[in-house]
């Protein structure tokens, strides 16, 4: 498949194309030459800057209680071998 015209002069990837030998500087030039000067339909437009923190937002966190437990409400067991009970 033949790429089409207007990407073989894509400014993106020409550079590629003039090496690879797909397109010629001369033919990128006149092509580029042959565009219409379209300064007259341009808008200036103004973009705020805001500032933005490259710090995490604080996020509450919910406290984590730790389980109770009490030691009577284990089970016990008093099999040992090892003891002379």
């Known amino acids: ?3 089409s015209a207007d990407f073989l002069i894509d400014r993106r990837v020409v550079e590629r194309h003039i090496e690879k030998g797909l397109v010629s500087r ?11 000067d379209l300064t007259e339909k341009t808008a200036t437009t103004s973009i705020p800057i805001v ?5 995490k937002a604080s996020i509450p966190r ?8 009490n030691i009577d409400d284990l089970p016990y067991d008093d099999e040992d071998e090892d003891d002379d009970d």
């Open 51 to 55: 500032k933005v923190s490259t710090r």
């Open 1 to 3: 498949m033949k790429p």
């Open 26 to 36: 001369a033919d990128v030039d006149a092509r580029l030459a042959g565009l219409p």
């Open 62 to 69: 919910p406290q984590i209680q730790k389980p109770v437990v």
